[in-house]
């Protein structure tokens, strides 16, 4: 089976630009997140949506990070526009309904430098 | 707000020697994760742990879990290179979705 599908790997880009990162979660998941990883901070949850709608955006840091679930089966986080505080990786997880005990899978993230 | 402590932050191990992760939550909890991560890679499942008293073995690790404390360790035994890398506990709150990570457990094992 296809795990969590992230894209692009790594992105590098000047600040003020717009950045979209992507996700393609695991077939017939109902839930997907999207986190933060950085040294200082740990893995932050983001944001996550169960069946394409957005159930707690709470650690969205600012207005500048949105995120959208389109379908099923793709889901973008946008950050516009991007400062230097936003370089981490950024992973996209998705998982079964609750009562199936099933973990949270992972994709590889995305190493994003803002400059 | 559920807050989740791992200790020690980092580990050297002496191959061969058994080691154990602490990881402590701070609100009632009904499920328990353990995850690894690789250097620039990716978060691999490890357990997870639904009850109090559930132990959860592969290989050399074992994970166990008590809700009474609010305790999860993860026990390795007889240490090898392989087992390098960082390792995650999470918690998610009852009746929640959200994972709240630990702080993570720097694992280095040296021959």
């Known amino acids: 089976d296809a795990g969590v599908i992230q894209s692009p790997r790594h992105e590098v880009t000047e600040m003020g630009q717009e950045v979209t990162l992507r996700c393609k979660p695991i077939?017939?998941?109902?839930?997907l997140f999207w986190y933060r990883q950085t040294m200082m901070r740990g893995l932050e949850l983001l944001i996550y949506?169960?069946?394409?709608?957005?159930?707690?955006d709470s650690g969205m840091p600012e207005d500048r990070f949105s995120a959208k679930m389109p379908n099923a089966s793709f889901s973008t986080l946008k950050i516009q526009p991007s400062e230097p505080r936003d370089s981490a990786v950024y992973f996209c997880?998705?998982?079964?309904?609750?009562?199936?005990?099933?973990?949270?899978?992972f994709g590889d993230g995305t190493r994003l430098s803002i400059l | 707000e559920l807050k989740v402590e791992q200790n020690p932050l980092f580990l050297s191990m002496q191959e061969g020697k058994n080691y154990t992760i602490y990881c402590n939550y701070s609100?009632?909890?009904?499920?328990l994760y353990w995850y690894r991560q690789d250097p620039g890679k990716s978060l691999e499942s490890l357990f997870v742990?639904?009850?109090?008293?559930a132990v959860k073995q592969e290989g050399r690790l074992m994970a166990s879990l008590d809700t009474k404390a609010r305790l999860s360790t993860l026990h390795i035994t007889a240490a090898v290179h392989d087992l390098s890398a960082t390792y995650f506990c999470?918690?998610?709150?009852?009746?929640?979705?959200?994972?709240?990570f630990g702080g993570g457990t720097r694992v280095l094992v040296k021959p």
């Open positions: 997880a998705s998982s079964l309904w609750r009562g199936s005990n099933q973990p949270q899978h």
């Open positions: 077939s017939g998941h109902d839930y």
């Open positions: 949506f169960n069946n394409n709608v957005p159930i707690d």
């Open positions: 609100t009632t909890s009904d499920r």
């Open positions: 742990l639904l009850s109090n008293g």
């Open positions: 999470a918690a998610i709150k009852a009746a929640g979705n959200k994972l709240t």
